[in-house]
Structures are given as structure tokens and as C-alpha cells.
């Protein structure tokens, strides 16, 4: 029981430690798979608290072969073909191009640098093309840098998995097989077969899903569990076939998935992004916990020769030549070229096969692990901490989205939209109406024609360049959809609804009201005739918060507060921002605006003094 206890308490640790890694890096900017490293390494060698092998025994290589299975499908799931219109040729050249290289430099690398057999360094160099989701994806989530460069990347890293397992399942066969037939074509040829049997299976399941759902085969309550069960089993009957095919099949299949139409399609890809979420969070503690000191040990200092040409030689020279004759730009090719850290999926591999090898007597296998090791670590600090800096330097950095989305055009959000621009804020006005666009075309505001929905989910609006969203449209339930749509995407306290009248006030599940009062948009079109209009206040410290709230009039508010550091926080029913000196108050305000009021008791003091002062003298006079 003692043991079982103790086990319990370690799982919830590595799931505690995962996640709370990850929102670390939320909360500091910091490249989350970097803080992952970290914690599993303190938690697994230094601390001694975790030891998967110990701890989960035989079902530690299911157990993280199953989880990278699930995290490549989820990858695959966001491979949408749509994404190829402006890097299908690069994605083509670094799949098929740039692949091959990588190979050849990291194999010679491995042998001339790490001083390798030929054997050994050729399964070397075929694992390390891969990337890999589990290490791309976090850290593209922390980077706003042109779509093309992360589509470039997320493609590259999810189709690049499989075909580097697939590479060292070809070397180790040739390795180890003793037969008369041990020729290159041979082996090759059963490991292509395999993998179009695998790819087969994947299609087969991804086509039965997407005919099942739509017709109502299986209950809503199910689809979720039916298709994860669905992924794990296609990925076993593969690898049953051939050892690693399994990654093509779930590849595949999360592939066509994501390329047809299916009911319940958003939760499903939100269940399965929470899940591999986690599932990273949980693998990336458990393989980082497993570097023990005997292997630090095995690390020689020539490692440290291939390490430089992996970073500096292998990786730029590989991609620079792939994209060499393609349009994309040179400074995103540079950034391409330095971007490539190594995940999950190259240590668990190389693992694998060391032990094999390892056991097989190749002299020098036991060199692998803690050479994955040392990639991984390098890779992950490397760039995982320069990315944003090699962005920024060359110049394809796109900032921290500070604009503004306004869904619904109207004389109330053109007049917001006029306001947030004077503030040197972006703003985007959508709307699937041409005719209400128009005003807000003739107020020289960017507009945005089609369904904010639509638009977003299609890639046509890239979300990453607002802090938040405005639902403002004159139909209630499309303000909560929106909200409740997008809300997983940029989080729901960035978006901000209407309340189209008084009965749809209610704030559970369909995000935050705006304004402090909940105004509902009847009512602030009404006060837009009356020539309400929207002020800005700067707040000082001769003219403190507490002033700024003296000065409104009757149903006059606060509706945003700009800070100095550009954030833009809302004002709603459940919102009420801090205001501060240096801040910028942005109000809903009666015709006369708190200025005007302000100069009007200004001078009315003026002239009272004045009063009071030619009656004294008045007094003096007469008295005299």
C-alpha cells in the first residue's frame, strides 16, 4: 500500500510540476519546454524524487510511446492544408530537401565530431532531423512571427517525426540484420512498405472517423473517448506491423481529419490540445528525470564538437540550401535556419535503440543517451531563449499583439474603433455586411469583410495581433458565440460582448459584459443620437482617479484604461481595472465631455471669487 501511495503521490507531482512549468513560462515569457527541462532534471537526478524507471518499471516505454502518439495526432490535427498556400514549396523543401541533408551533415558530424562508428553516427543523424511538436509547438506559442515561418516549422516538426524514426528503424535493421539478403534495397524496401501499410491504416481510420461523427454513429458524450481510443489502437496494429510506423499512421490520420468537415470539430481539437497539453507536460518531467548521473558521466568533452556543428553547420547549411531557389525571404530563412530544438520523440528513439544495440554488443552504442541528452538540453536552451531575441534582430519579430478586434459595425463601435486609433491602438473592424462596413471604411479604420468566426478558424484573421476582442454586434447570441468560440483561443478575459437589452445580462458561461453598468447596445445607440461621445483622461497626480471619478455625470463611465505599457484593460460587470497615475481613462460620456466640465466649474470658480471679491471691496468702500 506504502508503495502505491508513494507512486500515486509521483504522478501527481509530474502532472503538478508539468503544468505549473508551463505556467510559469505564461506568467514570465520564458520558453516553457526550457522550465520543463529544468524541473524534470531537479525533480529526477539532483533531487532523486522521481526515477521512472524504478517507478513505472516496464510500462515506462508504453507509457511514453502511447503519449508521443497522442501528441503527434493532435499535431497532425492542426495541418490544415489551407496553411500551404504560402509555404507549400518551402514545407516541400525542408520535408524532402532539407531532411536528407540534415542527415548526411549529422552523420558525418557524429563521426568526425562525437567520433562515432559509421553505424552509429548514420542512426544519429537520421533521429536528429526531427523536431517535433512537442518542442515547436510551446515555443511557438510564446513567438508572434509571420505565418509562413510557423507553418514552415509546425510542418516541418510533425511530418519530420515519423521519417526520422522511420530512418533509424531502416539503420538498425541494416545493423543488426544478419541474413544473406542484408542489402540497403531490401531493408528499404520492407521499411516503405511498412510505412505505406501504416499510412493506409491511418487514412482508412481518419476517413471512418469523419464518416461516423457527421452522421450520428456516435453519441456526442463518446466522440471524445472513441476517438482517442481510436488513435492509441491505430497506432498499435502499426506498430505491431513494424516498429515506429506507428507515428505515420497517427500522422496521417490526424492529416485527413483536420482536411474534412466534422461535427463537434472545435471540441474535439480543444479535448485533444488539453490532452497533449498535458501529456507533454507529463513526458517531457518523466524523460528529463530519467538523466542519472551514470549517464552525465558517459558525456565526453568531444560531444561537445558535434554539438557546435549540430547548431552552427548541420542545421543553417541543411535549410539555407533546401530554401535556397524558394520566395521566402531571406531573414525568414535565417530564422529557419537557426530554429530546431529537439524533443521527446528524438530522446525517446534514441533510447530505445541504445538499449538495443546496447544488448545487440555494437561497441559504442552506449554513447547515444547521453548524446540525445546533451542535443535536447543544447537545443532547448539554445533556442528556446534566442528565439525571440533572432527575431526581434532580424527584424520578423511582430510584437505582443496590442490591437483591438471590434466584431459588429455600427455607429457606436465605429466611433470606439476612431477613439482607440487617436490612441495609436490597431484596430480591425469585421463584419459580414459590406453596407455597414462602409462608414467605417470612410472613417479611414481597417475593415475586415466576412464572419469573425469563419475568418478566425480559416487563418484569414491572424488572432495574435489583438489583446482583445469587442463582440459588438446588434444580435445577441452571435456576441456569445463569438465569445464562447474564441474564448478558449485568446482567453476570456480578453474578450468583451454587448448586452444586446436587458435580458441578456447573464454572465455564466458567455464571457464578460462590457461596462461597469452592463449597458446594453440599444441603449448605447440611443445615446449616440443624443451625441454621447467617447473622452480620454490622463490621470496625474494633480488630477488623481479619485478627481477623475468626481467629474462623471450620471450614467457616465469608465470604459478602458490604457497603461503606459500599452495593455488595454476593459471595464465590465466583473472587470473593474485599477486606475493609476501615468494611466490613460478612456470614458463613455454625455455631449459636454469631462474637460469641458472641468474648464466650465474652472471659470464659474473663477468668476465666484471674483463676486466675492468686489463685495468685499465693496464693503471697504462703503465702510469708508
Known amino acids: 500500500m506504502e508503495l502505491v501511495d508513494s507512486l500515486m503521490v509521483k504522478i501527481a507531482l509530474i502532472g503538478l510540476l508539468g503544468i505549473g512549468a508551463q505556467w510559469i513560462a505564461w506568467r514570465t515569457g520564458r520558453p516553457a519546454i526550457a522550465l520543463m527541462l529544468i524541473v524534470g532534471i531537479l525533480a529526477g537526478p539532483v533531487l532523486g524524487i522521481i526515477d521512472p524507471e524504478r517507478d513505472f518499471g516496464a510500462l515506462q516505454e508504453p507509457i511514453i510511446k502511447l503519449a508521443v502518439a497522442v501528441i503527434l495526432f493532435e499535431g497532425g490535427l492542426s495541418l490544415n492544408f489551407r496553411e500551404l498556400r504560402q509555404a507549400g514549396g518551402a514545407v516541400t523543401a525542408m520535408i524532402f530537401i532539407a531532411g536528407p541533408i540534415a542527415w548526411v551533415l549529422g552523420t558525418g558530424a557524429a563521426h568526425y565530431g562525437a567520433g562515432l562508428s559509421w553505424e552509429i553516427s548514420a542512426l544519429l543523424g537520421g533521429i536528429m532531423i526531427v523536431t517535433g511538436p512537442t518542442v515547436v509547438g510551446p515555443m511557438l506559442r510564446t513567438l508572434r512571427v509571420p505565418s509562413r515561418v510557423r507553418n514552415i516549422l509546425k510542418w516541418e516538426g510533425i511530418v519530420n517525426d515519423p521519417i526520422g524514426a522511420l530512418l533509424a528503424v531502416g539503420i538498425y535493421a541494416y545493423i543488426t540484420y544478419e541474413g544473406p539478403d542484408a542489402n540497403i534495397a531490401v531493408i528499404s524496401m520492407d521499411v516503405l512498405a511498412a510505412s505505406f501499410i501504416a499510412g493506409l491504416i491511418g487514412a482508412g481510420l481518419g476517413f471512418a472517423v469523419t464518416w461516423l461523427f457527421p452522421r450520428g454513429k456516435v453519441p456526442e458524450y463518446l466522440k471524445a473517448p472513441f476517438l482517442l481510443v481510436t488513435v492509441i489502437a491505430g497506432f498499435v496494429i502499426a506498430d505491431l506491423i513494424k516498429h515506429e510506423t506507428g507515428l505515420i499512421t497517427v500522422t496521417v490520420m490526424g492529416i485527413v481529419m483536420a482536411n474534412r468537415q466534422i461535427y463537434s470539430s472545435q471540441a474535439l481539437y480543444r479535448f485533444k490540445e488539453d490532452l497533449a497539453v498535458l501529456l507533454i507536460s507529463g513526458v517531457f518531467i518523466i524523460l528529463s528525470a530519467t538523466l542519472d548521473w551514470e549517464t552525465v558521466q558517459q558525456f565526453r568533452p568531444q560531444f561537445i564538437i558535434f554539438l557546435i556543428l549540430l547548431l552552427f553547420v548541420v542545421r543553417p547549411l541543411s535549410v539555407l540550401l533546401a530554401l535556397f531557389f524558394s520566395s521566402v525571404p531571406w531573414r525568414e530563412r535565417l530564422f529557419i535556419a537557426w530554429i530546431a530544438p529537439r524533443g521527446i520523440v528524438a530522446v525517446a528513439i534514441t533510447g530505445l535503440f541504445a538499449i538495443r544495440l546496447v544488448d545487440y554488443g555494437l561497441p559504442g552504442a552506449e554513447a547515444l543517451v547521453p548524446l540525445s541528452f546533451a542535443v535536447v538540453i543544447a537545443t532547448i536552451f539554445a533556442h528556446g531563449f534566442s528565439a525571440s531575441w533572432v527575431a526581434e534582430r532580424l527584424g520578423i519579430s511582430e510584437g505582443k499583439g496590442e490591437g483591438v478586434l471590434i466584431a459588429g459595425a455600427n455607429r457606436w463601435s465605429i466611433a470606439l474603433g476612431k477613439m482607440l486609433k ?165 470614458s463613455y460620456v454625455a455631449a459636454d465631455t469631462p474637460e469641458e466640465r472641468k474648464a466650465d466649474r474652472a471659470a464659474k470658480d473663477s468668476e465666484k471669487s471674483g463676486e466675492k471679491s468686489g463685495e468685499k471691496n465693496g464693503e471697504k468702500i462703503d465702510k469708508g
Do not use: C
Not at 462608414?439 to 495574435?464: F, K, P, Y
Open 422 to 586: 487617436s490612441l495609436d491602438i490597431d484596430v480591425l473592424i469585421t463584419d459580414d455586411s459590406k453596407f455597414a462596413l462602409r462608414r467605417a471604411r470612410s472613417e479611414g479604420l481597417t475593415i475586415h469583410h466576412g464572419d469573425v468566426l469563419e475568418e478566425a478558424h480559416d487563418d484569414n484573421i491572424d488572432m495574435g495581433e489583438f489583446q482583445h476582442l469587442i463582440a459588438a454586434t446588434d444580435n445577441d447570441s452571435q456576441n456569445q458565440l463569438i465569445t464562447a468560440d474564441l474564448g478558449p483561443e485568446m482567453g476570456y478575459e480578453q474578450i468583451s460582448r454587448l448586452a444586446n437589452d436587458s435580458h441578456s445580462k447573464s454572465r455564466v458561461g458567455h464571457g464578460r459584459l462590457l461596462f461597469e453598468s452592463g449597458a446594453d447596445f440599444g441603449t448605447l445607440l440611443d445615446r449616440d443620437l443624443a451625441g454621447w461621445r467617447f473622452s480620454k483622461t490622463n490621470i496625474t497626480e494633480k488630477f488623481s482617479a479619485e478627481d477623475y471619478r468626481k467629474n462623471l455625470e450620471k450614467d457616465e463611465e469608465p470604459l478602458a484604461v490604457l497603461k503606459p505599457d500599452r495593455r488595454l484593460l476593459f471595464f465590465a460587470t466583473d472587470a473593474r481595472p485599477v486606475i493609476e497615475d501615468g494611466d490613460v481613462v478612456i
